[in-house]
Structure formats: C-alpha cells, structure tokens
C-alpha cells in the first residue's frame, strides 16, 4: 500500500485547509485510516481516525474543528481543518493499518503504512 498525502499549505489564524490522503495498490476499505501530525523534535500526535464503519475518533486538541472522513471508492482519507490556530502548525502524515485494535488506535508505532508528510503553517 502506497499512501500519498497532500492539501498542506500556509493559512492564517481561523482559516481552514483539507488535507486529502490517497492509496494504490490495496483497498482501503477495510483499514483504519489515521492523521498524525509532527513538530520538528517532537514526537508524532496523534490527530484523528476513522474506522471502516466510519467511527471516527479525535485527539482533545482538535476535537470541534478538525473532521475526519473516508471515501472508499475514491480510496481516499480526508481531513477538513477549520479555525486554524498558530499550534496546529506541523507536518501531518496519514496512516493505515488493517489490524489495528481499538486501543491501539492513537499510537503511531501501530501503523504500517504512512504517506509522506503535508506541511501546514498557521500563521498568527
């Protein structure tokens, strides 16, 4: 599974971007897809993800703003992102695996496949 990543850019404060996540070779639609997002000298966050029947989960930080979803026919992840704040800046990767256990769901170290990484800068 080849997972790429794009949609980054710079917005400013308050504005909203959607990241989009496209697989190849593999189906995804019985994976649970993930975003993560990195600081430089941090470790990777957990953002979000969306399980096959589309539960969704979020980290407290963005639960409110960011929306996670999936289109399976598009083998594609999303991840709208409104009312940007300067602290969401960071480079954002999305995930899948198709073993991942519910309480697992949040750790990176879980995930087998990963897109390259989407900067977004929010400026203040």
């Known amino acids: 599974v080849q997972l790429q990543a794009f949609g980054g850019g710079l917005v400013q404060t308050g504005g909203s971007l959607r990241l989009s996540c496209t697989a190849s070779g593999r189906s995804l639609s019985r994976a649970t897809l993930a975003w993560f997002r990195q600081v430089q000298g941090q470790e990777r966050e957990f953002v979000a993800t969306?399980?096959?029947?589309?539960?969704?989960i979020y980290a407290d930080s963005v639960k409110g703003r960011f929306t996670i979803s999936r289109d399976n026919a598009k083998n594609t992840v999303y991840l709208q992102m409104d009312s940007l704040k300067p602290e969401d800046t960071a480079l954002y990767y999305c995930a899948a695996d198709f073993n991942i256990i519910l309480s697992s769901i949040g750790r990176a170290d879980q995930y087998n496949y990963w897109g390259q990484g989407t900067l977004v800068t929010v400026s203040s």
């Open positions: 969306i399980r096959p029947s589309h539960s969704t």
